[in-house]
């Protein structure tokens, strides 16, 4: 058993001080280059992606009000009314350029102020954002946002 031993350290021992490979040089042209690779990648830099969210669609409806919070995230509300009655979308545009939109519907309240829900929330207490004026200005509230009240733009 111990000559075994000797005989595995030794031919390790070998291994280890045996004289590394050659280094052999590969060389790869254009015309070696895998065809899966799309061709934009070798024609020039990417696009650089919408900083703006002006440069995005606006949804359908007027836009009611406009804020931005301490993150940088850009929240705007669009209304289409028709009597007290208003369907919408609150969007979220991010600092990356990320877009998220929220459908909602909406009525009048006392006061001026407008209430936007999720379509089909029944619960009472809970909205998506109110909208109303303070001190001659148009504030909004919205749930995503800590229940703050933000001035819009």
């Known amino acids: ?12 021992a070998l291994a280890a001080c045996a004289s590394p490979r050659a280094a052999s040089t590969t060389t790869l042209t254009a015309a070696d280059a895998p065809e899966s690779e799309p061709a934009a990648r070798a024609s020039g830099p990417l696009p ?4 703006e969210a002006t440069s995005v ?8 009000c406009r804020t931005k919070d301490a993150f940088g995230v850009t929240s705007e ?7 007290d ?3 919408g979308v609150i969007r979220s545009v991010a600092p990356s350029g990320m877009v998220s939109e929220r459908r909602v519907r ?5 006061g001026g102020a407008v209430v936007l829900d999720d379509p089909g929330q029944t619960d009472l207490v809970t909205h998506a ?7 001659g200005k148009r504030h909004v509230r919205l749930a995503d946002a800590g229940d703050a009240w933000s001035a819009c733009d």
Do not use: C, D, N
Not at 106 to 110: K, P
Not at 129 to 135: D, F, P, Y
């Open 1 to 12: 058993m111990i000559r075994r031993i000797l005989v595995l350290a030794a031919a390790s």
């Open 48 to 51: 650089a992606p919408a900083a």
């Open 57 to 64: 669609e606006a949804p359908p409806g007027q836009l009611a």
């Open 77 to 83: 509300v669009y209304l289409e009314w028709s009597g």
């Open 85 to 87: 009655q208003a369907k």
């Open 106 to 110: 909406g009525e009048r309240a006392a």
């Open 129 to 135: 954002a109110v909208l109303a004026t303070h001190a």
